[in-house]
């Protein structure tokens, strides 16, 4: 039990470590939890963590070399660039209409924030690195204790992102009422501007492998 309980703190606080660095995913919650609330956080990191289930499964059927292949990184840069690009468009074209008071989310919106998560995570090489290296790491060794030991992996995994994206989302919903049309503006664009920035790195990266 102390070495599940081992497995579980020790992946919490990695994923802390993780996810406290600023990235594509981080940038997006800053971004919804201004139009959408607290609520953003977790539903971006609900499409997050089923992707992370299904690359955990892919990891358990041997595709771990296949995550590391150099051509696996410049397709993954290459498309998640424009992905990123995609979504800062988006950004800086609703920024003239943009407004603290818009009317309330719905139905739809909401659906499509575990999608956006999931894409998020998808179009950044380097979280598809980090499954592929200490990921892996982390699930040969909580493989020797079963299907707990993987739970307790995945749970405190899983639970340091949600902590972590649920705690920026009630900040920033929070500081809405501090916000002024202008403020929140000037916020997606740097949120848009930034993205761009990430996709630039990105491609260029890819690029230099070429």
Aim: aromatic share 14%; hydrophobic share 60%.
């Amino acid at each position: 039990m102390i070495s599940l309980l081992t497995i579980f703190i020790t992946s919490l606080f990695v994923a802390f470590s993780g996810a406290v660095m600023p990235g594509p995913l981080l940038t997006v919650t800053i971004s919804e939890s201004a139009k959408r609330g607290a609520v953003a956080g977790p539903m971006l990191i609900l499409g997050h963590g089923i992707l992370e289930l299904l690359l955990l499964a892919a990891l358990f059927l041997g595709l771990g070399p296949v995550l590391e292949h150099e051509l696996f990184f410049l397709i993954t840069a290459f498309v998640g660039g424009v992905i990123m690009f995609w979504m800062a468009w988006g950004m800086f074209r609703s920024l003239p209409t943009l407004t603290v008071n818009s009317p309330g989310e719905n139905v739809r919106v909401k659906a499509s924030l575990p999608l956006t998560g999931a894409l998020m995570s998808l179009a950044n090489p380097y979280w598809i690195i980090w499954w592929a290296t200490i990921g892996m790491g982390y699930v040969i060794y909580a493989k020797q204790f079963g299907a707990w030991g993987i739970a307790f992996f995945f749970t405190g995994h899983i639970l340091g992102d949600l902590i972590w994206y649920w705690a920026i989302s009630f900040a920033v919903s929070k500081g809405k009422t501090l916000f002024t049309d202008k403020v929140y503006r000037i916020l997606i664009g740097v949120c848009g501007a930034f993205l761009v920035m990430f996709a630039v790195y990105l491609i260029v990266s890819a690029v230099g492998k070429v």
